[in-house]
């Protein structure tokens, strides 16, 4: 008889997740604790988690002091990383000629220069083989997105996926794999900027005719952490109700 098939036996285990208090970091916290892990549960705004195996942090993903004091408290904590869960991110919005300086740095540095800082100071952590890296990517960074949310966020997106690729080959050595999500239209507060008239034509575009859930990227994620992926690195996970089809 075979056993239960389990997405992911996180028991022993350590994840650290940016952007926990957002719509799909708060749901990878759930999903790594419902798993067995501990976590390492960073927002800029306090999270709100009073479980015993959570270690709450202030962190801005874009100051390299405060990543580095985050990975040090991890490491106090708990010894290492075998999972780290780059969740935090942020839209633009609006056309290329409209669009300040100031906005472009601000969006790339938060999803894309934060990935590599984040990976830069957890990796002596995270140096063993079953050590398991996802960024977070977007379809945006597939089809190139549209000025609601501006081009340094289809920008940042894309560039994404290739630290992805780079990542992967260089620490495959080390046995960590480095693999990257890219939803479609999610249901969390990163939506709430669309009018109604948006959402109806975002959903119009969508084979499936619906948004992706918070958990349904958490079950992703959970995917990509698991032995399940032990073969899968430098892959980008699509989960776009069928946007994306062609790459
Ligand atoms: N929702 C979608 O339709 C969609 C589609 C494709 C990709 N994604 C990606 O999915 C990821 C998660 O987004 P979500 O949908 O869960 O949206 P969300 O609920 O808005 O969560 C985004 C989180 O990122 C945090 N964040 C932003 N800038 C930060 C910074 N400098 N330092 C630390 N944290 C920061 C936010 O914290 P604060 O609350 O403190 O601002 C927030 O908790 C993002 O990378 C996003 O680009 C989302």
Redesign the pocket.
């Known amino acids: 008889m075979t056993s239960k098939p389990t997405l992911l036996d996180a028991a022993g285990k350590v994840a650290f997740v ?8 708060k749901a990878c916290v759930d999903m790594f604790l419902t798993a067995g892990a501990s976590v390492v549960a ?4 306090a999270v709100a988690n009073d479980d015993a195996r959570v270690l709450k942090l202030s ?4 100051d390299e002091t405060q990543v580095a004091d985050a990975v040090a408290k991890a490491k106090d904590r708990f010894g290492a990383i075998d999972y780290l869960v780059h ?5 633009g919005k609006g056309r290329i000629d409209e669009m300040p300086l100031t906005d472009w740095h601000t969006v790339v540095n ?2 894309l220069t ?1 990935a590599f800082l984040l990976m830069k100071h957890a990796y002596p952590l995270l140096r063993k083989p079953g050590g398991s890296v996802v960024l ?5 960074g597939a089809n190139g997105g549209s000025y609601l949310s501006g081009a340094a ?1 289809a920008s940042s ?1 894309a560039a994404l996926v290739n630290l992805t690729r780079y990542a992967a080959k260089e620490w495959a050595p080390d046995g960590i794999r480095v693999n990257i999500l ?10 709430d900027r669309l009018s109604d008239a948006q959402h109806d034509g975002l959903k119009a575009q969508l084979p499936l005719g619906r ?1 992706a859930t ?1 958990d349904e ?1 958490a079950g992703g994620v959970m995917f990509l952490c698991s032995v399940h992926a032990a073969s899968m690195t430098g892959t980008n996970m699509n989960i776009s109700s069928g946007l994306v089809l062609d790459r």
């Open positions: 940016t952007g926990a208090q957002g719509g799909i970091g960073t927002g800029r705004r962190l801005d993903v874009t969740m935090a991110g942020m839209v938060t999803n934060s977070c990517g977007s379809s945006n966020y997106k890219s939803p479609g239209p999610v249901d969390t507060p990163m939506l948004y918070a990227c």
